[in-house]
C-alpha cells in the first residue's frame, strides 16, 4: 500500500497541530499519543463489533468504521514518520480472524507506550493494516476517509477545538 499521500499531509497537520498545542500539553506526549492511538482503535473495533460475543443483532455502519478507522491511521503515521517508517507499506495478516488479527494489533500498539522504534511502529502499522484488510478496507477507502478527516481536523483547529 501506497500512503505516501496521507503520510505528507500528516506532516502538514502535525506541523499546525504543534504551534497550537499548549505547553503543558506536550509533556508526556510521547505516551500520549500511543493512548489516543490505542482509543482509537477500540473505538473502531467497538464500530466492528466482531468482538461483542452478547450482542444477537450486530448492525453497522461502514461510514462510522471507516471514520474510526482513519483515526488510528492519523496517530500512527504522525508516530510513523519521525522515525523514517516508509510510506509503502505491506498488510499483515498474522490471523485470518479480526478478533484474533485486534488482539494482536491491541498487543502490538501497546508495546509502542514502552519501545516506540522503527521496527515496532512498522509492526504495528502493518498489523493495522492487515486489520483493514481483514474487512474489506481498501487502499483508495483509507486515502479517502483520511483526507475527509484530516479535512475536519483543520476545521477543528480553527474552531480552538
Known amino acids: 500500500m501506497n ?21 503543558k500539553e506536550k509533556s508526556f506526549f510521547d505516551k500520549k499519543i500511543v493512548i489516543a492511538l ?8 467497538n464500530e466492528v463489533q466482531s468482538f461483542k460475543y452478547w450482542k444477537k443483532h450486530k448492525q453497522t455502519d461502514r461510514s462510522k468504521i471507516l471514520e474510526e478507522y482513519a483515526d488510528g491511521i492519523h496517530f500512527l503515521t504522525s508516530i510513523a514518520y519521525p522515525l523514517s517508517v516508509p510510506s509503502k507499506l505491506n498488510p499483515d495478516i498474522k490471523y485470518k480472524n ?9 498487543k502490538l500498539f501497546s508495546n509502542l ?9 512498522l509492526k504495528a502499522y502493518e498489523a493495522y493494516l492487515g486489520l483493514g484488510q481483514l474487512i474489506n478496507i ?7 476517509s483520511y483526507m475527509a478527516k ?12
Not at 499531509?9 to 504551534?19: E, R
Open 3 to 23: 500512503l505516501e499521500e496521507v503520510f505528507e499531509a500528516q506532516k502538514i497537520l502535525d506541523k499546525v497541530f504543534a504551534d497550537a498545542i499548549l505547553k
Open 38 to 45: 490505542l482509543v482509537e482503535l477500540g473505538e473502531f473495533a
Open 98 to 106: 479480526f478478533v484474533l488479527q485486534l488482539s494482536y494489533t491491541y
Open 113 to 121: 507506550i514502552y519501545q516506540k522504534n522503527k521496527e515496532n511502529v
Open 138 to 144: 481498501t487502499e483508495t477507502e483509507i486515502i479517502k
Open 150 to 161: 484530516n479535512k475536519k481536523n483543520y476545521k477543528r483547529i480553527q474552531e480552538n477545538y
